[in-house]
């Protein structure tokens, strides 16, 4: 099946600092990317919807100017957490479609962020 | 709005019991049904799906049948290996809903030897 990777697969940075997350769908090209965040032994929450070269639709509750998110290209979205706190540290998985319709939606193995 | 209605976890089997975790939903229209399941320190992973009713989705010895009369997607597995051990989440996705994935609260499975 589909392939999407996230990188990193895990990061710990300082209180403050930005961080990069990038979501890359390998075989196929990804019409529509979506972030999503999951706590501890919870399910996953949607965070926001990007289309390819359009802004991302973020769900309510979301911070908009927290949470950057760039559609640049049909195989890459990247969300960047800036000026990260504690409170920031989260699973973040991506998943990607090729449509807006009923195709599949694959997951990435998600990243892992740790903010001291 | 739509919901996806899942078993508590965790629930712990000994290795070769049978598996059933309960789904259930609430949707308009035609929803499809999956189950995913996310291994520990891993995404999701797509396990079957059902497009519509009466359906069976099955794989890995694991199956579902979308039962509209009843609004579920119970996921069974006849007998369970320590490899099974993971978090399952149902979820569906709607026309209604802009085809955006809703999910249960994912149900921790531990087989144990």
């Known amino acids: 099946g589909a392939v999407v990777s996230q990188h990193p697969s895990r990061v710990i940075c300082k209180s403050g600092t930005s961080v990069k997350i990038e979501c890359r769908s390998l075989d196929f090209q990804a019409t529509t990317m979506f972030w999503y965040r999951q706590f501890p032994k919870q399910s996953l929450m949607l965070m926001a919807t990007s289309n390819e070269g359009s802004k991302a639709t973020y769900e309510q509750g979301v911070e908009k100017d927290k949470f950057l998110i760039n559609h640049a290209s049909l195989t890459l979205s990247t969300l960047t957490v800036t000026s990260a706190h504690p409170e920031d540290s989260s699973f973040y998985i991506c998943s990607a479609r090729t449509g807006q319709g009923k195709e599949t939606q694959y997951f990435g193995p998600g990243t892992r962020l740790l903010v001291l | 709005g739509n919901s996806v209605t899942q078993m508590e976890g965790p629930v712990t089997l000994s290795e070769e019991a049978f598996l059933t975790i309960n789904c259930t939903y609430t949707a308009t229209g035609y929803p499809s049904l999956f189950w995913y399941v996310q291994y520990p320190g891993e995404g999701l992973q797509l396990l079957l799906k059902?497009?519509?009713?009466?359906d069976k989705g099955s794989n890995k010895g694991f199956e579902a049948t979308y039962r509209k009369e009843t609004t579920s997607f119970h996921l069974e597995k006849g007998s369970v290996q320590v490899s099974d051990s993971a978090v399952y989440f149902c979820?569906?996705?709607?026309?209604?809903?802009?085809?955006?994935?809703?999910f249960g609260g994912g149900t921790r499975l531990m087989v144990k030897p």
């Open positions: 979820a569906l996705r709607s026309g209604n809903a802009g085809n955006m994935l809703t």
């Open positions: 059902a497009t519509k009713a009466d």
